[in-house]
């Protein structure tokens, strides 16, 4: 299995470019696992067929840890713009607890990318990472229970 595997992490390091537009994620949790982590492809048929390979690296390393997680991976283009915050606030009706007017929130998030977007109304405020890195799941349960 160990010649196999490394014939497959060989593949995808050949199929890779540091210039390359296209990378390989999870398509919930946009973490590239091994071995596309740090990856990057020239164009997206060299980045689909990274992607066949992880499949197949990934299936082999589960015969021997079956709790090896589960990744829907698939292809995204880079994007070389920033996202973007509109954000309007709106008097309401009628009057907070301490005295101050109601007001509504809207805030937009997007981006050029077809999955940079997100549209909020009177919704809590979340932080759900940093530094790059998704925070744990308590750590969004207090912003939620705290109302931010």
Request: proline share 6%; charged share 35%.
């Amino acid at each position: 299995m160990a010649d196999f595997l490394s014939s497959i992490r060989q593949q995808i390091a050949d199929l890779a470019r540091d210039d390359g537009d296209f990378y390989v994620a999870c398509a919930e949790t946009d973490d590239s696992p091994a071995p596309l982590t740090s990856r990057r492809f020239p164009s997206e048929a060299a980045a689909s067929e990274a992607a066949d390979l992880a499949r197949s690296y990934r299936d082999a390393l589960r015969e021997s840890d079956p709790d090896l997680p589960e990744h829907r991976l698939a292809v995204y283009e880079l994007s070389g713009e920033s996202l973007t915050l509109v954000s309007t606030r709106e008097r309401a009706a009628g009057q907070r607890r301490n005295g101050l007017p109601r007001s509504s929130r809207s805030v937009m998030l997007s981006g050029d990318g077809e999955r940079e977007w997100l549209r909020m109304d009177n919704a809590p405020l979340v932080h759900v990472r940093r530094d790059g890195e998704p925070l744990p799941d308590d750590a969004v349960e207090r912003q939620l229970d705290s109302k931010l």
